[in-house]
């Protein structure tokens, strides 16, 4: 037997986040929105598109997490929690109707034959249990983890569903590659626990220009996931190992 040998440490699993990594979720936002304003717009004797145009208009101009309460101050209704409420309720228990982005239904069964794969997906369970139906992605992917099920403290770049979704594809980080586009938190942690990042920018996208904040930086960026399997093979990487 030779003293030494090389070879190669092969990424054999890739994990990928959900939101606008795999299905634009501008989608379900409109979704939500439009199923919010069918309620409102029944409560004030309104007209849906009107409202829904009202929320639209909040959520481009940056507002997150309180899009409904601004309507009601725009619309010069008193804020009622109760009102509030349901209409959280209807945002979230909409059935969305979504759409793969194209390079990323083009992508997994690219890399069924060849790798592990799993998602990892931050935002409450049940919402995004939703979303996963909606794609039909429970059939063509190995795991899925959904952070929220662990508790709010554990999205990501809590270190523990990372883990959880590697155990339960019997992968060593140092195997796998995470794929996300969110710079503030999809690779902070995933680097921590040894794995391979991939930031995936899409110009038009909630996070598609937001720079990183040193060292949350992922090792490579793409703009189109038709670049990962070429990726994942160039980055495989060759390590000495003593016999
Ligand atoms: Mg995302």
Do not use: C
Request: proline share 7%; no cysteine; net charge negative.
């Amino acid at each position: 037997m030779s003293p030494e040998r090389h070879s190669k440490t092969s990424l054999s699993a890739v994990l990928l986040d959900l939101d606008d990594t795999l299905y634009p979720e501008s989608d379900f936002v409109r979704g939500g929105f439009h199923a919010a304003a069918e309620l409102l717009a029944q409560r004030l004797s309104q007209d849906t598109e009107e409202l829904f145009g009202l929320m639209m208009t909040q959520f481009q101009r940056g507002i997150r997490g309180s899009v409904f309460d601004a309507i009601l101050f725009e619309l010069k209704v008193p804020r009622e929690p109760a009102l509030i409420e349901e209409l959280v309720r209807a945002y979230r228990s909409h059935e969305p109707q979504l759409t793969m982005f194209p390079d990323a239904e083009w992508l997994l069964p690219m890399l069924w034959p060849r790798y592990a794969l799993g998602i990892l997906t931050d935002g409450p369970a049940e919402v995004q249990r939703r979303k996963v139906k909606a794609l039909d992605l429970q059939h063509r992917v190995e795991a899925i983890v959904y952070s929220d099920d662990f508790g709010r403290e554990q999205w990501k770049p809590s270190p523990i569903p990372y883990l959880e979704l590697l155990r339960r594809l019997h992968i060593d980080p140092s195997h796998a590659v995470y794929v996300g586009d969110n710079p503030k938190k999809d690779f902070v942690g995933a680097r921590r626990l040894g794995l391979q990042t991939v930031r995936i920018r899409r110009p038009n996208t909630e996070h598609g220009h937001v720079e990183p904040q040193s060292g949350f930086e992922a090792d490579h960026e793409i703009t189109t996931l038709k670049s990962l399997p070429d990726w994942l093979t160039a980055n495989t990487r060759s390590e000495r190992h003593a016999a």
